[in-house]
């Protein structure tokens, strides 16, 4: 299965940013645990990371053309007001798991609101950095269906 996962604004600052929040691990860490992961599930995954709004919606784009199976995302700030990495996400036709490493629902306003999550099949938040092996079960469990 091949797998894309999206990591928007400020995700590269992993271990670097708000560890109280983040935790102490960094983005290094991130992508080894998701390489093995893949190598545990025998499926592809393409990790992208951009602080940019327009490539993130390329990528997205792009996966509908390249044969991704399943698409993990975590949109950053974008979750909260980018309608347009929305429509992207509701114009691929694949399973899609919206990620968040913190609890959204106990942050700041603003937070508790994605634009980003009814384009996709389910949001895991709060799980810290192994909600994304959790994702991309998901993600593997529904495109078997």
């Known amino acids: 299965m091949k797998i894309l996962v999206i990591n928007g604004p400020n995700l590269n600052f992993l271990g670097i940013r708000e560890k109280s929040i983040y935790g102490n691990q960094d983005y290094d860490y991130l992508l080894n645990m998701i390489a093995e992961k893949g190598a545990q599930t025998g499926s592809t995954i393409e990790v992208f990371q ?16 390249d044969g991704t199976e399943g698409i993990v995302i975590n949109p950053g700030a974008y979750t909260h007001y980018s309608y347009a990495i929305h429509d992207a996400l509701a114009s691929v036709h694949m399973p899609k798991i ?38 991309i079960d998901e993600v593997i469990k529904l495109a078997s269906k």
């Open 98 to 135: 919206e990620i968040h490493i913190s609890d959204i629902t106990k942050r700041e306003e603003f937070r508790k609101v994605s634009v980003t999550r009814p384009a996709c099949d389910g949001q895991i938040y709060g799980k810290g950095l192994e909600g994304y092996l959790l994702a």
């Open 50 to 65: 951009s602080n940019h709004e327009g490539a993130i919606i390329d990528r997205i784009q792009d996966a509908y053309f």
